[in-house]
């Protein structure tokens, strides 16, 4: 089975690459090379043996990728990573992100609904539901206005699948809607690529252990919650890769009950921002340099996976624990600065 992963050397696309060929896929990796580097190829051959075949692309030009799907006729599946994902450069930039969000997106659909059985896994974003919920968010909550942007191309990327399959049903899609995406594969041998300042709380925790920040921001302390600081569900990496080969398989072997079915990833528990805190410096054994500030513009106090649609019909529970996934964030940091 061949297997197309566009943006597949990037965090989750790199650590999907890796469980893909586990399982025995063949996989071919599309990347635009924007937010990653070939050296990610390196990583995934150190663990797996099998160096993907990779084609640097950029999804945006129309031609390059009706060329591409010309000469690769025989695939499989496609999970589609490919997509710019800084909310706040979203912000800045919106028309960046709706090009390279949704267009590349319309250029890849129009070569896929021209096979004969298209099985496709979108990467969305608990961002789709628009402001977070104090509740455990579960997949029929309606979908309000989107904050940014970015979450605006994950939203309007779900509702252009949604026509696409409504008038194609050789094509069959799954949307996987993550919440926070943390750590790295154990082997320490891929990761998240650091660039520019981390938008995100692990790798900022990590560079501020490493010495390369001076000290973590957290971004309020007095949040309606246990300890006042905010309530995220942080994903292992690892078992998010493995829910994107669950969910291929359950379109390759056509057991999904409609052409057009979504998922929350999540753990379904929340820890707040002190908790990870605390598991990092648990399993580092450092002692982490961190204040306490105003809260950031647009964050609210928890958003967390209700995780039983993933759990009972996907098939796919999260394993890894957050002490796992800061471990495995700290041994990649201090890989790549080694
Ligand atoms: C997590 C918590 C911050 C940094 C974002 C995107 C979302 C999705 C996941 C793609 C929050 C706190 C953070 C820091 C802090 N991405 N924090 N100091 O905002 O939940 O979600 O990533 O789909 O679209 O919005 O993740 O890692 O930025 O923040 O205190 O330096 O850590 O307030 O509570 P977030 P995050």
């Not at 252009?160 to 790295?184: E, M, Q």
């Not at 949040?223 to 690892?238: L, M, S």
């Not at 921002?273 to 204040?291: A, C, D, M, P």
């Amino acid at each position: 089975m061949k297997i197309l992963v566009t943006g597949g050397l990037g965090f989750i696309g790199s650590h999907t690459v890796v469980e893909l060929q586990n399982v025995g896929y063949e996989v071919i990796v599309i990347d635009d090379l924007s937010n990653s580097s070939e050296k990610v190829l390196d990583g995934i051959e150190a663990i797996t043996g099998v160096r993907p075949i990779f084609e640097k692309l950029d999804l945006r030009e129309k031609s390059k990728v009706q060329d591409f799907f010309k000469r690769y006729k025989d695939i499989d599946g496609v999970i589609h990573f490919a997509a710019s994902k800084a909310v706040g450069e979203s912000v800045e930039n919106p028309l960046l992100y709706y090009e390279n969000n949704v267009g590349a997106l319309v250029y890849v659909l129009k070569e896929m609904i021209a096979m004969d059985k298209a099985n496709f896994i979108f990467s969305s974003s608990r961002t789709v539901y628009g402001r977070l919920d104090n509740r455990p968010m579960s997949e029929d909550l309606p979908l309000m206005p989107a904050e940014s942007p970015y979450g605006n191309t994950k939203k309007i990327g779900e509702e252009i699948l949604k026509d696409v399959c409504k008038v194609n049903t050789n094509l069959s899609v799954i949307s996987l809607r993550y919440f926070n995406p943390v750590g790295a594969h154990p082997s320490a041998e891929i990761g998240e690529l650091p660039l520019g300042v981390p938008q995100n709380l692990v790798p900022y925790i990590t560079q501020t252990a490493m010495g390369l920040r001076d000290e973590l921001s957290v971004f309020g302390g007095d949040w309606p919650t246990k300890d006042g600081t905010c309530v995220r569900d942080y994903i292992n990496v690892v078992d998010l890769a493995k829910a994107h080969v669950t969910a291929l398989r359950r379109l390759l072997d056509s057991k999904n009950e409609s052409n057009f079915e979504f998922y929350n990833l999540g753990t379904g528990d929340g820890n707040t921002v002190l908790e990870v805190i605390e598991s990092f410096e648990r399993v580092s054994g450092t002692k982490l340099n961190y204040r306490i500030v105003d809260k950031r513009p647009g964050d609210d106090a928890m958003a967390y996976a209700d995780t039983r649609k993933a759990n009972e019909i996907l098939g796919w529970k999260a394993e890894s624990t957050l002490d796992d996934s800061m471990r495995s964030a700290w041994n990649w940091e201090q890989k790549i600065r080694s």
